[in-house]
C-alpha cells in the first residue's frame, strides 16, 4: 500500500547522508575514481596530445571515462582554465554524473575546496524517489576524497553538512502538498530540531489568534488545513549577535478566491513553502557546524485556498502588531504571512532580519530561473548577503527598493493594501514588507524564480532546487553585525 498521507515521511535525504572520507593514501581502488584536470595536463600516463585525440580537452564538465583492467573506471574530468571554488564544485558534479551507474566513488583532489567538491558531487546525485516503486537511478553510498591539507577533514564536514542542508531542503519542496501540510511541517521540524540541537517552538491556530497573527491566519482562513508558525532557535553558548530569519511557508499557493489558472506555474505551487524548507534546512546545520551567532528562524506554513470561509478581495485584516491591510488580491499572500513574523522579529531588537519567499512571479519573469531578487534596506546586511551568494554559488542580484513606488500601497480604507499596480511586482512587494521591519536591518531574498528548475544541469538537479539553504548557512557562518 502507498504511505498513507498523514504518515508520509518527506525527509528520506536527511536520514540518508552518504557516507564521506578523506583518505590522503592511494585509496580504495573498487570506487569509480575522479581526476580534475584542466586543459593541457597529463594523466593516468596519457599526455596531453593522447587525451586531446581522444576528444578530451579540459574543458570545464567535459569527462572521459577510462576503463580499468579490473573493477570500476577512471573519469578523467575537466576543470577548464583558472579553476576556482565554482568550477571545482562543477567538475565534481560533472564526474558524479558520468559515475551515476555507482555507488561508490572516490575523487582525487588538488589542496584546497574539499567543501565545493563534497556539495558537487552529493548534490548532483539528489534523487527524489520516496513515491516511486523503484527509482531507476543508483544510490550514492560512500565518496572517498584523496586529498592533502590539514584542512581536508573540516572541508569535506562542510561540504557534507551543506550538501545535506539543500538535500532536507530540495525534499521539503519537492514533497507534495497534501503529504506535507503546515501540521505536518511542524511535525517534521520538531523532528528534526531535537536530532540537530535546536529548540523549537509551535503556534497553532489558537496561540496565533492569541498573537493577533491576522496574515497567517487569513490566508489560513479558506483552508481545511489547519495553519502553523514554527519557530526555531540556536542559541550557542557566549554568542553576541543575533540573526532572525523569516521564511514564506506556503504548503500550496491556489492564488486562494483569486485562483491562479491552472498551467504549468500554478503545478509547481507546492514549493511555495521553498523560502521556509531553506530556513529549517539551514538551521539544522547550525549545531554541526559550531555557528557562533544566536539564529532564530520563523517559518510561516499554511495553504492559501479558496473556499466558503477563505479571504474575499476588499476583506481588511489585522497584522500582528496592529497594521491593517486592505486585501485586493488573495494571490499576493505571501507579504501577509510573512507580515506578523516580521513584527515578531522586530520585538526582539535582533541585529538582523533576512526573509526568504517565493514572493513574485515577477521575480521569475526579470531574473529567471537562476538568479534570485535581492532587496533591503541596509547596504552592509545586502553585501554580506553577495557575498555568500557567490561562494555557494547560489546568486543574487539587488534590486531597487524605490520609495516612488510606495504611494501604490496606500489604501482608502485601511492602513495598506497588499498589492501595487502590475509593474515592478518585486519592488513593491518587498516595499509592503519594508512597512514591517521598522528600522532594524533587514535584506529580503525573492527566490520565486530559483526555487524549481525545468532541466537538471550539474549539481542543480530538476524539480525544486533547495536554493537559499547553503546561502543562508554560509550567512549564518560569516554573519558581521553593524556594531562590530
Ligand atoms: N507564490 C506566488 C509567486 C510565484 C509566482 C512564485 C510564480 C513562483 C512562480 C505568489 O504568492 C503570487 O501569487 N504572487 C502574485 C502577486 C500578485 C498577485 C501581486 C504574482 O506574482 O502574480
Ligand atoms: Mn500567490
Ligand atoms: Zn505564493
Redesign the pocket.
Known amino acids: 500500500m502507498a504511505a498513507t498521507l498523514n504518515g508520509f515521511n518527506p525527509v528520506p535525504s536527511w536520514q540518508h547522508t552518504p557516507k564521506v572520507t578523506v583518505d590522503s593514501g592511494s585509496g580504495a581502488l573498487n570506487a569509480a575514481t575522479g581526476v580534475l584536470l584542466g586543459p593541457g595536463e597529463a594523466a593516468e600516463g596519457l599526455s596531453p596530445d593522447a587525451l586531446a585525440s581522444a576528444g578530451f580537452k579540459g574543458q570545464l564538465g567535459q569527462t572521459l571515462v577510462l576503463p580499468r583492467a579490473e573493477g570500476p573506471p577512471v573519469i578523467l574530468t575537466g576543470l577548464g582554465e583558472n579553476a576556482g571554488t565554482k568550477e571545482i564544485r562543477d567538475a565534481a558534479a560533472a564526474f558524479a554524473l558520468a559515475a551515476r551507474g555507482h555507488s561508490d566513488l572516490a575523487l582525487n583532489l588538488p589542496a584546497g575546496d574539499a567543501q565545493a567538491a563534497v556539495e558537487g558531487v552529493l548534490l548532483a546525485r539528489y534523487d527524489y524517489s520516496p513515491l516511486k516503486k523503484s527509482s531507476g537511478t543508483v544510490e550514492l553510498h560512500s565518496l572517498t576524497l584523496r586529498v592533502r591539507g590539514e584542512q581536508a577533514e573540516l572541508d569535506a564536514k562542510r561540504g557534507t553538512a551543506f550538501a545535506s542542508a539543500t538535500a532536507l531542503a530540495r525534499d521539503l519542496a519537492n514533497a507534495p502538498p497534501s503529504r506535507l501540510t503546515a501540521a505536518r511541517m511542524a511535525e517534521c521540524a520538531a523532528e528534526i530540531a531535537g536530532a540537530t540541537g535546536l529548540q523549537i517552538e509551535v503556534f497553532d491556530k489558537e496561540a496565533l489568534i492569541e498573537l493577533g497573527c491576522g496574515g497567517l491566519l487569513g490566508v489560513n482562513a479558506g483552508s481545511a488545513d489547519p495553519p502553523r508558525m514554527i519557530r526555531l532557535r540556536y542559541k550557542p553558548e557566549g554568542s553576541e549577535k543575533h540573526l532572525i530569519l523569516v521564511g514564506?511557508g506556503?504548503m500550496y499557493?491556489s492564488?486562494g478566491i483569486?485562483l491562479?489558472p491552472a498551467d504549468a506555474?500554478h503545478a509547481?505551487?507546492k514549493?511555495?513553502m521553498s523560502g521556509a524548507g531553506a530556513i529549517l534546512a539551514a538551521m539544522s546545520m547550525l549545531s554541526e557546524l559550531d555557528c557562533p551567532l544566536a539564529v532564530t528562524g520563523y517559518l510561516m506554513c499554511t495553504d492559501?485556498m479558496p473556499s466558503g470561509t477563505a479571504l474575499k478581495m476588499g476583506d481588511v485584516i489585522s497584522i500582528h502588531g496592529g497594521k491593517t491591510v486592505e486585501v485586493v488580491?488573495t494571490?499576493?499572500?505571501?507579504r501577509l504571512v510573512m507580515a506578523d513574523a516580521l513584527v515578531m522579529a522586530v520585538e526582539e531588537k535582533p541585529d538582523a532580519i533576512v526573509d526568504i519567499a517565493?514572493?513574485?512571479?515577477?521575480?521569475?519573469r526579470t531574473l529567471g530561473p537562476e538568479v534570485a531578487g535581492l532587496l533591503g534596506n541596509n547596504s552592509s546586511l545586502m553585501r554580506q548577503i553577495e557575498t555568500a551568494a557567490m561562494a555557494t554559488d547560489e546568486p543574487v542580484w539587488q534590486l531597487p527598493l524605490d520609495h516612488r513606488y510606495r504611494d501604490q500601497l496606500d489604501s482608502d480604507i485601511a492602513d495598506l493594501k497588499?498589492?501595487?499596480g502590475i509593474n515592478a511586482?518585486s519592488i513593491?512587494?518587498a516595499l509592503f514588507l519594508e512597512e514591517f521591519v521598522g528600522k532594524v536591518p533587514w535584506a529580503h531574498l525573492d527566490i520565486?524564480?530559483t526555487?524549481?528548475n525545468d532541466v537538471a544541469s550539474l549539481w542543480r538537479t530538476k524539480g525544486c532546487t533547495g536554493f537559499g539553504a547553503r546561502l543562508l548557512l554560509e550567512l549564518a557562518l560569516t554573519f558581521q553585525g553593524q556594531r562590530s
Open positions: 514564506k506556503v499557493d492564488g483569486a491562479k506555474v509547481t505551487m514549493n511555495d492559501n488580491n494571490d499576493a499572500e505571501g517565493t514572493l513574485t512571479g515577477a521575480c521569475l497588499n498589492m501595487g511586482g513593491t512587494a520565486a524564480g526555487a524549481q
